[in-house]
């Protein structure tokens, strides 16, 4: 175990960021190797005289940052890639001439932060508890038990309104929208009780016409990539604004739309937050017409500035069908999603998955209900609130440090900001300017069906708290040379 000799100025304040500096310095020349273990937090605040929660605190930036590998039961230790031997030349990143991105896309998560050593004991105790039966084809809404948990979790968490039986578990919002979308269009059968040949031989001789459509509206601006998806599903696509407020009901209503599909709770990408007074007009709109809202929960965990706002789903559970996934708080790879409707959807949903591709992965089912079950994804998103909040922080001021002229919109959520430029300024160039020198960014224009002030949607999940600085210095250096 390596013995560190730190020092912390305590008239300074600060002290975690002292630690987590001292550290990061200690791996960048190669004085902390590969592999080297690390004081447990409880023993190195007991030498340095602070609080264990500083200690604790400054680990896990430096996990965060990629800098340390933190593992139940093994300790802390040095990640293989952050030591440098000596002689090495350790030259910040950013002055190199191959810029980092730090993230490909706007709302990608840390995934070094991964909680592998939680997910490993899930995984464990799936692979030790479980009976062998529960390894064969199970339910292709999901399995009972993560049903139960995720209900319950939404009922505390989101303040929906759901039980297991109103939830399908899908391979991610995507194809929870996919597949919403063709129930919405008369694409699915029917949601009817029984699954016996008999049900099956009927649903052979009276086959789902392929053809039907529905007029969705979507929020103008919007993430692009759902949109080849969502009219491969049968959805003639028209755009309503996005202002303040969140979306307009009354230019909503104006179209005609039978479903909205919205990202109430952060909207995506300009940051607002649905009013209460659009949520209720929205509601008030879908009753009154029998439309079906879709409410996209892609990142709701991550508010930072307050509780996160609960889900219009727990206000009309009869008019709204709510799609969340594991992707935004965990990792987009493990495709876990879920879908909570009204019954005669979710059925729908569930016997498509039947007759499609028999329901998701069943392991990582019951490894992400014990997750849930043993508080572990409930500690895993305390500690990447704090992350991303400071992540946030640090970017907002640099912002307002170095680039005073561009104004943050949006609430402090999520995994990305919204960046109004000037007006005249360039998006397509800023952006890739910004690229180079390590920032997420992408250009608002191509999200919008109709001109708007230029902006940039930048994301800071990936982006290490001590290099937002820098990044944002020398795009200001880029763009004013």
């Given at each position: 175990m390596a013995d560190l000799h730190l020092s912390v100025d305590r008239t300074a304040g600060g002290i975690t960021g002292q630690i987590a500096r001292e550290l990061r310095e200690a791996v960048r020349q190669g004085r902390?190797?590969?592999?080297?273990?690390l004081p447990a937090s409880r023993e190195l605040a007991g030498d340095l005289g602070l609080s264990r929660g500083v200690v604790v605190e400054a680990y896990e930036q430096l996990v965060a940052e990629g800098f340390l590998i933190s593992r139940v039961g093994a300790g802390t230790i040095v990640a293989p890639a952050a030591s440098r031997p000596s002689g090495v030349d350790t030259r910040d990143p950013l002055a190199d001439a191959d810029k980092p991105y730090y993230g490909r896309r706007s709302t990608s998560p840390d995934l070094g932060a991964f909680p592998r050593g939680r997910w490993l004991a899930s995984i464990r105790n799936a692979l030790a508890t479980l009976p062998a039966d529960a390894l064969d084809y199970g339910d292709p809404g999901g399995v009972p038990r993560l049903r139960e948990e995720l209900a319950a979790y939404l009922r505390r968490v989101r303040a929906a309104e759901v039980g297991p039986d109103d939830l399908v578990i899908v391979g991610g919002v995507a194809q929870g929208l996919n597949l919403t979308v063709r129930a919405l269009a008369g694409q699915l059968p029917e949601g009817r009780a029984g699954h016996d040949l008999n049900s099956f031989v009927d649903r052979i001789a009276h086959p789902v016409p392929p053809s039907g459509r529905i007029r969705l509206a979507v929020e103008d601006p919007t993430s692009l990539r759902q949109l080849p998806l969502l009219r491969g599903a049968g959805a003639d696509l028209v755009a309503v604004p996005v202002d303040g407020e969140g979306v307009d009901v009354e230019a909503l209503a104006a179209t005609g739309a039978g479903a909205v599909l919205l990202t109430p709770a952060h909207q995506y990408p300009t940051g607002v937050v649905l009013s209460p007074r659009r949520r209720a007009e929205l509601i008030e709109w879908a009753a009154g017409t029998g439309a079906t809202i879709l409410e996209d929960d892609y990142d709701a965990e991550f508010r930072f500035d307050r509780d996160p706002v609960g889900c219009l789903q727990g206000l009309a559970p009869d008019r709204v069908v709510l799609t969340g996934s594991v992707?935004?708080?965990?990792?987009?790879?493990?495709r876990l999603g879920w879908v909570v409707a009204p019954p005669g959807i979710a059925e729908s949903i569930r016997l498509a998955r039947s007759e499609l591709d028999l329901g998701s992965p069943v392991l990582e089912q019951y490894a992400l209900a014990h997750l849930i079950e043993s508080s572990g994804y409930d500690r895993h998103l305390r500690r990447m609130r704090r992350q991303y909040r400071a992540r946030r922080d640090a970017l907002v001021r640099a912002l307002a440090d170095h680039l005073p002229e561009i104004t943050v919109?949006?609430?402090?959520?999520?995994?990305?900001?919204?960046?109004?430029?000037?007006?005249?300024?360039?998006e397509v160039p800023t952006s890739e300017t910004a690229q180079a020198c390590g920032l997420a960014a992408e250009p608002m224009g191509p999200m919008r069906s109709s001109p708007g002030p230029p902006a940039l949607v930048i994301g800071f999940a990936r982006l290490p708290v001590h290099y937002a600085d820098q990044a944002v210095r020398a795009l200001a250096d880029a763009l004013r040379g």
């Open positions: 902390l190797a590969a592999g080297e273990r992707s935004k708080s965990l990792a987009p790879g493990l919109r949006g609430v402090s959520a999520g995994l990305h900001l919204c960046a109004e430029l000037p007006v005249g300024w360039d």
